[in-house]
């Protein structure tokens, strides 16, 4: 057995011991405790799906902390635990043992898209945490997941995502980002769009179950389902095109592009086609946070409770920047709760949203909204 040959101390995350590198944001043996809210949430979302049986494959694991919390955490039959870096190995191993799961956890040391396409429909669960994008697993990921399966995935690639680089997102996603005065959200349907594709591409439906953006990355929990009919019908309802104009801020989501602001009539950015159908499930995310009662380990407990909160009220897609807005017009910028009320009292929904703290989700049009602002 590979001896562990650098400095390492031992932590605690949820119910899981870990042994971790002293200098832990190497590429080599990485792991980062800044996205223990990553880990804790894919624990709380496999428990929530009830995972007795499964077989669970954390296909880019590190040293294994996700993994081995899923092992240790969920109620799940065996995980399999892959990272191309040998140097995780010894890691690994010596974490399996410190948590008695020798009998529950298969280390591999491969390529992640070679290790997925010999294991045809073998996994229940396949998580994806990249560096960068999840984009270049996908389609591997759809030939080892069962013919009913869940996947969870990370992006860290948020810049091209939400328009940094219209080529680069186009290169990895298939779709050209701009910049937007949403651009957070913007990012993450465009991740689930080139998701529900590549899935649509192999025939299998593609359901966003819970979808979020936290610091610098996305994470996304779908369930995906073999059938070429629900397949077609997932893309023919949550993917059309977002109209934006950034002279106003108009934008308009349609199943057809529109090449003139309907506001200023300026020459708008057509993006798409994206995603525009729900993120969340509503109904997952409500037992979600029935089950985080039962979850009681979790010391991101409190953000999470909070996160699925503003999740349930997020129900219509692309918030406003009312800061962006106030700017644009040259308002002074309301009270927020102000606003909301304000808004809610004339019958419309006013809800904030986790993307941003400067943002809003109305059912309101730009005309109308710069209308309510302007009365302050
Ligand atoms: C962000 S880290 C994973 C962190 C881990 N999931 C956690 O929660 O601590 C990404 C890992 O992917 C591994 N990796 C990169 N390319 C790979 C590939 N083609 N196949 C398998 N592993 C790969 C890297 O060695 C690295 O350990
Ligand atoms: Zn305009």
């Known amino acids: 057995m590979t001896e562990i040959k650098i400095p390492v101390k031992e932590i605690r995350e949820g119910l899981t011991k ?16 800044r996205v223990e809210l990553s880990r804790d949430m894919t624990i709380l979302v496999l428990n929530t799906l009830n995972p007795k049986d499964w077989i669970v494959c954390d296909v880019l694991a590190g040293i294994g902390a996700r993994g081995i919390r899923i092992a240790k955490e969920c109620r799940v039959k065996k995980v399999f635990l892959n990272d191309i870096s040998e140097d995780n190995i010894p890691l690994m191993r010596k974490n399996i043992s410190l948590n008695l ?8 040391n491969r390529d992640a898209n070679q290790i997925l396409s010999d294991n045809i429909r073998l996994f ?6 990249p560096w960068g994008s999840p984009s270049y697993y996908f389609d591997s990921v759809a030939r080892a997941i069962k013919r009913k399966g869940f996947i969870g995935f ?25 910049k937007t005065d949403f651009f957070k959200e913007l990012g993450l349907r465009i991740l689930i769009a080139n998701a529900a594709l590549t899935f649509g591409k192999w025939s299998f439906s593609f359901k966003p179950l819970l979808s979020y953006a936290s610091e610098h990355y996305f994470r996304v929990f779908a369930e995906v389902e ?41 020459k708008t950015k057509v993006i798409g086609k994206i995603w525009t159908g729900k993120i969340e499930e509503l109904k997952f995310l409500q037992t979600c946070l029935e089950e985080l009662i039962q979850t009681n380990w979790l010391k991101t407990e409190n953000k999470i409770k909070n996160l699925i909160s503003l999740l349930k009220n997020e129900t219509i897609p692309f918030y406003y920047d009312v800061h962006r807005i106030c700017q644009k017009n040259k308002f002074e910028i309301p009270k927020f709760e102000i606003l909301q009320q304000k808004l809610r009292d004339k019958g419309n929904v006013a809800e904030r ?10 059912d309101l049009s730009l005309k109308e909204m710069i209308e309510t602002i302007s009365e302050f």
């Open 353 to 362: 949203t986790h993307f941003s703290y400067k943002g809003i989700k109305t």
């Open 101 to 108: 799961l020798k009998n529950k956890v298969n280390i591999i």
């Open 154 to 178: 990370s992006a860290t690639d948020t810049a091209a995502l939400c328009g940094t680089s219209p080529i680069t997102c186009l290169r990895r996603y298939g779709i050209e980002s701009y």
């Open 226 to 266: 073999k059938g070429k009919s629900i397949a077609s019908k997932t893309l023919e309802q949550n993917l059309g095109y977002v109209n934006y104009c950034s002279k106003c801020l108009w934008r308009k989501i349609d199943e057809e592009p529109i090449i003139k602001c309907e506001f200023c009539d300026s």
């Open 124 to 129: 229940d669960y396949i998580d994806i945490d």
């Open 18 to 33: 870990l042994i971790i590198p002293r200098d832990y944001l190497k590429k080599i043996h990485f792991f980062n405790p």
